[in-house]
């Protein structure tokens, strides 16, 4: 069965902080590994990964994958109150065309 | 603009009834999935259709069910056999690797 886990459950940091979110999985048959914030309702999409190594930015959010440990991290530089969100990560299997199976979230609250 | 549209955005149901949630999308994507999310446990998949008329059971199929009619709706079932219904339900659909979101239906029960 596959499985996401993401760590830690919830954070709590001060605007200007540095946080890195863990997510590990075990699939059959890597696909990809999206993230996702999610601050009200509908999650939005924040980096698709499907090669190790490659580092993908986007202003202060950056994110790797690494395939032979079976991981990946976000992190977020300069943290501000709008990054309080929960951050979702998700993973899909070949098999199982686009289905994507999600860890439990980590929730992140930034302090003024 | 392209998007998916769930609706209710709350409902509210009595022990024993029926509830239908609505998604709509008009965004020409051949899939569409329904999540189930509860505190501190993330997204749990109940639902998925890669095509018109086709549908799998996802994880936490028990008590739920799809239809697949028309290629830009998706509409939920919360049975009565489904024993813990209050979550929140998400919607979303797929063409290729992404994910595009509703903006879920917080169901409660009363």
């Known amino acids: 069965e596959d499985k996401v886990v993401q760590s830690p459950l919830s954070l709590v940091v001060h605007e200007g902080d540095t946080v890195t979110l863990n997510c590990s999985y075990e699939v059959t048959n890597f696909r990809s590994l999206l993230w996702y914030k999610q601050e009200k309702k509908a999650p939005t999409f924040l980096f698709m990964l499907?090669?190790?190594?490659i580092e993908k930015k986007s202003g202060r959010l950056s994110s790797i994958l690494d395939k032979k440990e079976l991981f990946s991290i976000l992190n977020i530089t300069a943290t501000q109150t709008g990054d309080s969100a929960i951050y979702l990560c998700a993973v899909g299997n070949m098999e199982y065309g686009n289905k994507l199976v999600f860890g439990a979230g980590t929730i992140l609250r930034v302090k003024s | 603009d392209g998007g998916i549209t769930q609706s209710p955005k709350y409902l509210f149901r009595k022990e024993g009834q029926n509830v239908t949630l609505s998604c709509e999308q008009n965004l020409n994507h051949d899939a569409m999935y329904w999540y189930r999310q509860d505190p501190g446990q993330g997204l749990r998949l109940i639902y998925y259709?890669?095509?018109?008329?086709?549908?799998q059971k996802g994880d936490i199929a028990e008590g739920y069910s799809v239809s697949r009619e028309k290629k830009e709706s998706f509409p939920l079932t919360v049975t009565s056999a489904q024993k813990n219904p209050t979550a929140f339900y998400l919607c979303?659909?797929?063409?290729?690797?992404?994910?595009?979101f509703g903006s879920g239906t917080r169901l409660t029960v009363v």
């Open positions: 979303a659909s797929s063409m290729g690797f992404g994910y595009t």
């Open positions: 499907t090669s190790s190594g």
């Open positions: 259709s890669q095509i018109v008329n086709d549908f």
